[in-house]
């Protein structure tokens, strides 16, 4: 794998352990979608959302 990125909750300042990998940006979005919905609320369909979570990526 070549571009690997992370994300992790915590890196939005949520109380959560939950951390996913993915190689690229893109498909990492895909990965946590479910997650950040069911469990924060959050809608990446909204594209204030989409940037913090595209900030947070590492």
Known sequence: MQNVRT???KDLGLACEFEEKAEGENEL???IEGHVQ???QMNLEH???QERVRKAMK
């Open 29 to 31: 979005m895909k990965r």
């Open 47 to 49: 594209p204030e959302v």
């Open 7 to 9: 994300f992790r909750c």
């Open 38 to 40: 069911t469990a924060h």
